[in-house]
Nanobody
Framework: VQLVESGGGLVQPGESLRLSCAAS????????MSWYRQDPGKERELVAS????????NYADSVKARFTISRADYKNTVYLQMNDLKPEDTAVYYC????????WGQGTQVTVSS
């Protein structure tokens, strides 16, 4: 089971990024997928999740109306479109699948700074 995140970077406030998480080693289409983030010194927090059929999504209040989670089962990939980024969105973003008690990727750094 492997999750590989990509797409992070350094952006200015108000700009956008799209994160990707490529999954392998399990039946992706049957799995709920989530994005979390963690800033140094803080607990890891749930940012967004999407059901296995893609019909149900949930977001942290802090990112509602700015972030969109989606999935492409034919690519075994889940995305996080992040718009109107703010400095407080700065964190390492992790992909999660509820496999083997919870599987994490290595994370991708997002830094929002002017």
């Amino acid at each position: 089971v492997q999750l590989v995140e990509s797409g992070g970077g350094l952006v200015q406030p108000g700009e956008s990024l799209r994160l990707s998480c490529a999954a392998s080693g399990f039946t992706f289409r049957n799995s709920r997928m989530s994005w979390y983030r963690q800033d140094p010194g803080k607990e890891r927090e749930l940012v967004a999740s999407i059901s296995s059929d893609g019909r149900t999504t949930n977001y942290a209040d802090s990112v509602k109306a700015r972030f969109t989670i989606s999935r492409a089962d034919y690519k075994n990939t889940v995305y996080l479109q992040m718009n109107d980024l703010k400095p407080e969105d700065t964190a390492v973003y992790y992909c999660n699948a509820p496999i083997n008690g919870g599987t994490w990727g290595q994370g991708t750094q997002v830094t929002v700074s002017s």
